[in-house]
């Protein structure tokens, strides 16, 4: 079967035309066209993304997107057996423009038209990457998953019972992960998007021991605070919901630096790279640690990760390593468990892409034939708010 995707939920104006065949983990995929075209450099200067800017790149964007799609497939218009396109959450303005374009499609070409949910999207991501992969698992090795959806827009943990099902277990109850990144960013200058920004700085004196310049040494930045003992906050971590909240770290951030004693630091690279790291690990830990929390009590045979945050090396890294320690086959020996799998796609598919969007509409259109619940393009509503 040849899907046609398309996301337009954010800032990324994107289409992917696979073709995809087989059930469950038989799936076999073959990516036809996987195209992004990126707004980021557009709402650098507004330090973030602004919606009305947004809508009018997707409308500028959305033709030649398409355009490129069928010529990298090799493909002619007609030859799509199926329309899937991201219907909600996202911003309302940018969602119109991807769901009408698709709509238009639907009509003129006489084919089935499917709305998708963004946040189920990222988890078909990591599926994507399983179809892809010379080696899959079966059915009973990633059912139930735990997934934590990460992005810019939301942090929520979810429970997938099997590949059709989601059931939402908590969310953050202000900021997301992402928000929180690019709001710290912002304060210490390092630009937009923040995550990408705050890894970096975080990386940049970690090996560091020599510096040249005495002002910005660790020596001098420890006069004002001794750098290894800022601690930041880690909100929720211990509540026993699955809920999560990220103001408090970003409060936490800004009462530090409005800090008239700590107002000189933020001109020292080391300092900046080592709250950074702090920033980062922060956050880290409650993501984790809530994961962690689902997985056991769901007892999942897989945690999934996904949304844009989910390429942060370092949160891939711990995520590895917790798993692999707090799971370890000794532990899940004695209880009689499968181990725990790891399902993280690929970086680039961890942002915003409308191949997930055409894994996600694969299964989707499996689940409504399934119901006899055929799909028509004008029952196809887009909703800002739309829960997974
Ligand atoms: O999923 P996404 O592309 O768009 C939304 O649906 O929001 O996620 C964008 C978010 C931004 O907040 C960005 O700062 C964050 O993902 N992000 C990262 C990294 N790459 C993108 N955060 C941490 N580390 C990264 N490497
Ligand atoms: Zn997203």
């Known amino acids: 079967m040849i899907i046609l995707a398309i996301e337009t939920s954010c800032d990324e104006t994107a289409a992917a035309i696979i073709d995809i065949s ?19 450099n557009l709402h650098r200067q507004y330090g973030g993304i602004v919606p009305e800017v947004a809508a009018r790149a997707h409308l500028e964007q959305i033709m030649p997107i398409l355009n490129e799609a069928f010529h990298q497939a090799r493909l002619t218009k007609d030859k799509i057996d199926l329309i899937g396109v991201t219907n909600g959450p996202g911003l309302i303005t940018s969602l119109l423009v991807g769901a009408e374009t ?36 079966k059915n009973k090795e990633i059912f139930p998953a735990v997934g934590l959806i990460v992005s810019g827009g939301h942090t929520e943990l979810v429970l997938m019972k099997n590949w059709y099902q989601f059931q939402k277990l908590g969310q953050t109850l202000d900021d997301a992960a992402g928000e929180c990144f690019d709001k710290i960013a912002k304060f210490l200058n390092l630009g937009y998007p923040g995550g990408p920004a705050i890894a970096a700085m975080a990386n940049q004196h970690k090996f560091t021991t020599n510096f040249t310049n005495k002002n910005n040494s660790r020596e001098f930045a420890n006069k004002f605070v001794n750098i290894s003992d800022i601690q930041l906050p880690r909100p929720m971590l211990t509540t026993r919901d699955f809920n999560f909240s990220f103001s408090g770290l970003k409060t936490a951030v800004l009462y530090f630096l409005k800090d008239k004693k700590n107002s000189q630091l933020t001109q020292n690279d080391v300092f900046i790279s080592n709250f950074c790291g702090e920033v980062q690990r922060a956050a880290i830990d409650v993501l984790i640690s809530k994961t962690l929390k689902a997985a056991r009590r769901f007892d999942a045979k897989s945690i999934i990760l996904g949304g844009g945050v989910a390429a942060n090396q370092e949160l891939r890294k711990q995520f590895k390593l917790k798993i692999e320690n707090c799971l370890s086959a000794e532990d899940l020996a004695q209880a009689g468990k499968l181990k725990i799998n790891f399902l993280v796609p690929p970086k680039n598919l961890c942002t915003d892409n409308a191949l997930m969007i055409a894994v996600a509409t694969y299964f989707r259109w499996q689940k409504m034939v399934k119901k006899q619940k055929l799909p028509n393009w004008q029952q196809i509503k887009v909703d800002p708010n739309q829960s997974i």
């Open 102 to 137: 698709a709509k238009t499609l639907s009509y003129i070409l006489n084919k089935p038209l499917l709305g998708i949910n963004h946040l189920a999207g990222h988890f078909y991501a990591a599926f994507a990457n399983l179809f892809l992969a010379k080696e899959t698992l």
């Open 22 to 40: 087989g059930r469950k983990e038989k799936t076999r995929l073959k990516i036809l066209a996987n195209i992004v075209a990126s707004q980021v």
